[in-house]
């Protein structure tokens, strides 16, 4: 077998403090443990276009062993900035000259004998290909969203040249890398029904996960007395929406179910303008019930999940997907209310066995769910969470032994 080697290309990685960079930085970090000589190429922080969703902590957390090699982007800039949004396959493709040149260097000074790519943005792939094709390196595509086929995909831009471009680019991927990787069962299924001539053994099933190691001796003290804490961390983009939930929280309020003393629900991460959550708030008056704040570090965002009584999750028309934050919410151990459509979120909710799953845009039935809740014990505090069956099923260590047989794998081919 051919020497352990990896080359990872993604633009997720830290500093960027996007979800996507905890999978990658999860695995990074136990490939290392497993014996693989880690690189990784990524983009350049001030070339990032999340540059308010930065977390420079989580750069400690990178092996000391691991080579990271960081390089430009071309950006278009006004007047033709307009046109980002159409560009294929995505707004990153701008990395494809710097990190092309770049990895073509570092698998030849590193004998680099296996690629990594995490997607989206879906440029990794792209360069990937490219890297696989001049190189005959093996490659594993870890695709981490739906793609040509993600649900919330308008109807206008399933048709015409640029999506027809974007299924080609697609199937390429399919076609030329090794091993395809899907983070759910449901997104494993809907790759190996659409691609039926394909070997069905090239899509695998590694599931997002959390690091044990993070949560380690981790302090649960509540800081808001003794007021009920509903969190929800993470991003609100898409469809998202969080004002069904406001709404139900504003018509108890004027109902007298529940009293601004009792509830506090707190939204960690950035919001979409479109939601215009500050006037929603202001509208309704709940600005002593619900706050909004900024991106945190990530250490400080588990303890603010850690310290609440209940998680929420707003995850709606995905039913490929599962968001990565749930699984570091069944590791907190707390109730979760999901807001979710039948799919792969609210079956893994349903699995956890903690949680109530209701239709994101029912505002009856959330009224009636945060009203359980509320009656509901409120879970002990512990920092021993190693008996807990998250931990066991979805812990990295035990997803990136998963990811070390499939790079294997193609290393004996």
């Known amino acids: 077998m051919k020497e352990k080697t990896l080359l ?3 633009t997720n990685f830290p500093p960027d403090g996007r979800a996507g960079t905890q999978r990658v930085l999860r695995f990074t970090k136990y490939l290392v443990k497993l014996g693989w000589d880690v690189s990784v190429l990524t983009l350049k922080p001030e070339f990032s276009l999340y540059k308010t969703i930065q977390d420079y902590s989580l750069l400690s957390k990178v092996p000391t062993s691991v080579d990271v090699c960081r390089t430009a982007v071309f950006r278009l800039v006004w007047p033709f900035s307009g046109f980002n949004s159409y560009l294929i396959p995505d707004r990153e493709v701008g990395w494809v000259p710097s990190a092309c040149r770049q990895g073509l260097k570092i698998i030849g000074e590193k004998h680099i004998s296996c690629l990594y790519s995490s997607a989206p943005p879906w440029t990794t792939n792209v360069i990937c290909w490219w890297l696989k094709k001049k190189s005959g390196v093996k490659w594993v595509a870890d695709i981490r969203d ?12 399933r048709r015409g040249v640029r999506y027809s471009l974007l299924r080609k680019i697609e199937q390429t991927v399919v076609n030329y890398a ?4 899907l983070n759910t069962s449901n997104l494993h299924e809907d790759f190996r029904a659409y691609y039926r001539e394909v070997d ?3 899509f695998l099933t590694i599931p997002n996960g959390m690091d044990a190691d993070d949560f380690i001796g981790l302090d649960g003290a509540k800081t808001f007395g003794d007021r009920f804490v509903v969190t929800y961390g993470g991003s609100l983009y898409r469809k998202r929406d969080p004002r069904p939930f406001l709404q ?3 018509e108890l309020l004027r109902d007298k179910a529940v009293a601004e003393s009792d509830l506090l629900v707190r939204f960690l991460g950035s919001v ?3 939601f215009d959550m500050h006037g929603w708030i202001r509208e309704h008056n709940l600005q002593s019930m619900v706050k909004v704040e900024p991106p945190i570090a990530h250490d400080q965002y588990l303890k603010a999940l850690a310290s609440s009584d209940v998680l929420l999750l707003i995850q709606p028309d995905t039913d490929l997907q599962v968001p990565s ?4 919410y069944m590791a907190i151990g707390k109730p979760v209310l999901a807001l979710a459509h039948d799919g792969a979120t609210s079956d893994t909710v349903e699995e956890y066995g903690n949680g109530m799953v209701v239709k994101p845009y029912d505002v009856i039935a959330i009224k009636s769910a945060i009203i359980k809740l509320l009656k509901t014990e409120r879970t002990a505090e512990t920092n021993d969470i190693s008996d807990r069956e998250p931990i066991r099923k979805w812990s990295a260590a035990t997803t990136s032994q998963k ?5 294997q794998e193609c290393l004996a081919t």
């Open 403 to 407: 990811l070390d047989s499939v790079l």
């Open 8 to 10: 990872i290309v993604s």
């Open 200 to 202: 069905p053994q090239k």
């Open 248 to 250: 139900a929280l504003s």
């Open 325 to 328: 934050k749930l699984f570091e």
């Open 146 to 157: 739906p793609w040509t086929r993600r649900p919330w995909m308008s109807a206008q831009d």
């Open 178 to 181: 090794d091993r395809v990787i």
């Open 272 to 274: 979409d303008a479109k």
